[in-house]
């Protein structure tokens, strides 16, 4: 677990990872820098990427997460909702 962007990078430079989860606003770098970093600096994890976020999307989060075509787990979430979104990216690794 990584609090924020900037902790995130840190931790994902070197580290194995099965999943990572992102909220899409974080103070600093958010989800979706999070995401362009990732795609350069480990592209391997790129495709095991997921957001999360708990506020009603606008129009340049709907265009960043179609444009990314990654899923989304809506806050609140549940046990079984986090069974599904591992599932799904399993299956497209």
């Known amino acids: ?6 902790a ?5 430079v070197e580290g194995r990872y099965d999943l990572v989860v ?5 103070p600093g770098i958010d989800g979706p820098e999070l ?3 990732l ?3 480990r592209p391997d994890l790129a495709t ?3 957001f ?6 606008g129009v340049a989060a709907d265009r960043f997460l179609a444009g990314v075509d ?10 079984e909702s986090v069974r599904e979104l591992i599932e799904r990216i399993k299956a497209e690794v």
Not at 22 to 26: C, E, G, I, P
Request: aromatic residues 4%.
């Open 22 to 26: 992102s909220d899409l606003r974080m």
């Open 39 to 41: 795609s350069d600096a």
């Open 1 to 6: 677990v990584a609090i924020g962007g900037a």
């Open 52 to 57: 999360t976020t708990g506020d009603t999307l």
């Open 48 to 50: 095991r990427m997921a």
């Open 35 to 37: 995401h362009a970093w």
């Open 8 to 12: 995130a990078k840190k931790r994902l």
């Open 70 to 79: 990654r899923p989304v787990l809506e806050k609140p979430f549940t046990p």
